[in-house]
């Protein structure tokens, strides 16, 4: 991999923060070398940009949910996850060196690592075959540049993990699914590891030099931007010409819309789902987030027929949520 330009701790108050800084960057940095930020979210779900919000989220999922701009599975985040990203030119961006320098890098610190299937880091466990993915990452392209991010779990509650992912059975669906994994923290092999002490190993090795922090609330100044000469260079490396502004008014933008209703659930692709009174059976089909047809599973079945009408004289037209099909349950035609 390329020579890490400057390497970042950014600081936010949200993983809505990230996602829209994040996008900023892809459409901004004019450096010749790679970006590396790193960034812990308090727990959330963060689904990818072409999946399912009801297939990937668990119905007892109790943290909130945000969907990023790039694409791979969704992920839980919490304060024992280490989040990392590259914005690397386009013109240098190779998948499999970035990785494999990441896997290299957790290597050094006395777990081997290596890339593995759809993006994913794994090491083995004790069995000599089960293969533990501590990180999940993925990839969004802009014009000038490629974000590659991903996950690292030090110490994640892989309970809650667990239990925030997987939704409802759904079919009728051109989402891009997440694959189950296995998943297992670094801490597991070594017990006294902390976040930050492998951000800063990282950071060592892959920029040469401990991380600076960016404190997002204090990014912009009264003029709205911040460009790079302030925020982007270290003291000793002014000399050098990044050509690089984040502008407020674009971050903003980005946050709301990557904050929008339309945008965390509405964006899932149309879906259908089976709900049942235990009885009859009726195909609910979803688009943009809308109730848009209740049709019985079984066309030659009266009974179901006359519940999946009923169905759609009552929720029909209306927003789709998990609670919906709990409903359903006690309804009879």
């Known amino acids: 991999m390329s020579i890490v330009a400057q390497s970042y701790k950014v600081v936010s108050h949200s993983p809505l923060d990230i996602i829209s800084f994040e996008e900023c960057l892809v459409n901004s940095w004019a450096g010749e070398e790679v970006l590396l930020l790193f960034y812990v979210n308090a727990p959330s779900v963060i689904i990818g940009r072409n999946q399912n919000y009801w297939r990937e989220v668990s119905p007892s999922c109790k943290v909130p949910v945000f969907r990023r701009v790039s694409g791979g599975g969704a992920v839980y985040h919490d304060e024992g996850n280490l989040n990392w990203a590259l914005i690397v030119p386009r013109a240098m961006h190779s998948q499999d060196d970035e990785l494999a320098t990441v896997a290299s890098a957790i290597g050094t610190i006395g777990v081997y690592a290596r890339p593995g299937a759809r993006g994913g880091i794994f090491v083995s466990l004790g069995d000599g075959e089960t293969q533990g993915k501590i990180s999940g990452t993925a990839r969004r392209f802009g014009t000038r540049n490629v974000l590659h991010h ?19 059975k759904v079919f009728e669906d051109s989402s891009i699914a997440s ?5 297992v923290n670094l801490s597991r092999f070594l017990h006294s590891l902390s ?30 931007k911040k460009t790079a000469d302030s925020a982007f260079k270290n003291p000793e490396n002014l000399e050098r010409e990044f050509d690089f502004c984040v502008e407020y008014e674009e971050f903003e933008a980005h946050r709301k819309q990557f904050g929008s209703k339309e945008w965390i659930i509405d964006r899932s692709p149309p879906f259908s789902v089976v709900v ?5 059976k009726a195909v609910v089909r979803v688009q943009e987030g809308k109730i848009v047809q209740l049709v ?11 519940y999946a009408a009923e169905l759609q004289s009552r929720f029909g037209g209306m927003a789709f949520d998990f609670e919906m099909i709990s409903h359903t349950r006690g309804l009879t035609p």
């Open 296 to 306: 019985p599973l079984e066309t030659s079945d009266s009974a179901s027929a006359r």
């Open 195 to 224: 976040v930050e002490e492998l951000m800063v190993h990282l950071s060592r090795t892959l920029a040469r030099r401990e991380p600076e922090t960016i404190e997002l609330a204090d990014f912009w100044n009264n003029k709205g």
């Open 276 to 280: 049942s009174n235990g009885r009859e």
């Open 179 to 183: 694959v189950p994994g296995h998943p």
């Open 150 to 168: 991903g996950t690292m779990l030090v110490s994640a509650d892989i309970a809650a993990l667990k239990a925030s992912l997987g939704g409802i």
